[in-house]
Nanobody, 121 residues
Framework: QVQLVESGGGLVQVGGSLRLSCAAS????????MAWYHEAPGKQRELVAR???????NQSDSSKGRFTISIDNAKNTVYLQMTSLKLEDTGIYSC???????????????WGQGTQVTVSS
């Protein structure tokens, strides 16, 4: 099993920046991709950005130009650098990872517990 632990959330003013981190731990696993999701109050969880272990990125239009996702494969850690934060960026940011134990085994999904980001005016 893979466990994900997020950190870096908090309270920030409009226009400010935050950096989220998510570290994967366990034994004998291979990360296929990692992602950040955003759940705004009263809304469904949505993908912010996903990055493969090879560096391919899929990112939401609303986050392009403001958020940057990156991955450190040696540390099994994904980062989300958030800049120019808006009120609507408030919510819970959850980390997701697709992982496997070998190249011939079906990918499995793991989720972190989420970290709260609050953007205030």
């Amino acid at each position: 099993q893979v466990q994900l632990v997020e950190s870096g959330g908090g309270l920030v003013q409009v226009g400010g920046s935050l950096r989220l981190s998510c570290a994967a731990s366990g034994s004998g696993f291979l990360i296929d991709s990692m992602a950040w999701y955003h759940e705004a109050p009263g809304k469904q969880r949505e993908l912010v950005a996903r990055i493969s272990s090879g560096g391919a990125i899929n990112q939401s239009d609303s986050s392009k130009g403001r958020f940057t996702i990156s991955i450190d494969n040696a540390k099994n850690t994904v980062y989300l650098q958030m800049t120019s934060l808006k009120l609507e960026d408030t919510g819970i940011y959850s980390c997701n990872a697709y992982w496997t134990v070998s190249a011939y085994v079906t990918l499995r999904s793991a989720w972190g517990q989420g970290t709260q980001v609050t953007v205030s005016s």
